[in-house]
């Protein structure tokens, strides 16, 4: 679906009109894996997915919301942008306005608004941080609030916690709010100091394999993962003082995991506190040159996942073993929450085809599944069409 077509429609359900159109987009993260929720460092990229929100403000009071991928539609009254809509995805938008609102925004007037998203739902690509951030870029201009970018990443994530009941971290906000093309963001997740690094691969290329599994990361199990690594500080404070995962380096933990009473609870902390300085050690590697050592560190960052983590789940172990097996792959490893969802791989160019081929068709096999695959485009983050 191209502008054009999307005006059309929008004009079609609403009538015509002046409109507005803005963009934003999701993610796929390189390295450093369930750490931003533990004050640790991500490497996401924004990718040229990501959701559309046309816009036009009325005098009605309500906002009316549709969108082009999925039948739901909403009318909800300006008195009402406070609180959730069932479970719909019309949740995501409202979950937004309700920051807003919170700040001391007053909506007197309703709006007008038609969605297309473009990146795979559930695919670990962050579809929903895409539809929150353009939202929140959208109402934010439509009316006139001159909120920074840094501030609507904020609104985003608590829109997520307190709408979706994800108490996810901020990466994939901040990744689809200040992306920028043909660099990685290196976030520090606790300070939000951040470094845009350019990504110069040389003849290789980012492939993303979707699995199109069934299985997703349900609020549940990543809300488990987050209040484990809870249970991790208070077991590491009985050594040394610590705030989150963050503050203890892999050293610090090597002297003490024995000591851990709860084993499992241990592995989390492993993950998250070893992901942490992979993701450090693959930073200074990718500004080397060094691109080798970088996919050593991807493969190693999802057996970690996979063993200490216990995030991915066979389709993305099988997709990830199918990727090792091919020449001129230099790592793969799984990205965002787990369990479903997508790999990331970085291929040489001329294997690519090879890979898609050979990757699809076996993991076809094992699986039973029919697997997509995506060569990313490194992508600016939300911003105003027109
Ligand atoms: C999801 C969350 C992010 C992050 C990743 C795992 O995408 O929304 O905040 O925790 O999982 O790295």
Known sequence: MNIDQLKRKFNEKYG?????????????????????????????????????????????????????NLGFEAVVDIKDLDRPVGREWVNYP??????????????????????????PNGAGLSSSASLEMASAVAINDTWNLGIEMLELIKMAQK??????????????????????????????CDTLEYELVPVKLNGVKIVISNTNSPHKLDSGVYNQRVSECKAAVIEISRYKPVQMLADCTMEEFKAIEEKFVDKVVMRRARHVISEIARTKEAVSQLKNNNIERFGILMNESHSSLRDDYEVTGPELDTMVEEAYKIEG??????????????????????????FIEEVGKNYTMKSGLKPEFYVAEI????????
């Open 379 to 386: 992508s600016d983050g939300a911003k105003k069409l027109f």
């Open 329 to 354: 792959v230099i790592g793969s490893r799984m990205t965002g929450g787990g369990f479903g969802g997508c790999t990331v791989s970085l291929v040489k160019e001329e294997a690519v085809d090879t």
């Open 159 to 188: 829109a997520e916690h307190e709408f979706a009941g994800v108490m996810c971290g901020i990466m994939d906000q901040f990744a689809s709010g200040m992306g920028k093309s043909d660099h990685a963001i290196y976030l520090n």
């Open 94 to 119: 409202i979950g937004v306005f309700a920051q807003f609102l919170k700040r001391g925004v007053k909506f007197n007037e309703g709006a007008d608004i038609l969605i297309y998203g473009n990146v």
């Open 16 to 68: 015509k009109g002046e409109l507005h159109c803005y963009f934003a987009p999701g993610r796929v993260n390189l390295i450093g894996e369930h750490t931003d929720y533990n004050g640790g460092f991500v490497f996401p990229c924004a990718i040229s997915f990501g959701t559309f929100c046309l816009i036009r403000k009325t005098e009605r009071k309500s906002v009316r919301l549709a969108s082009v």
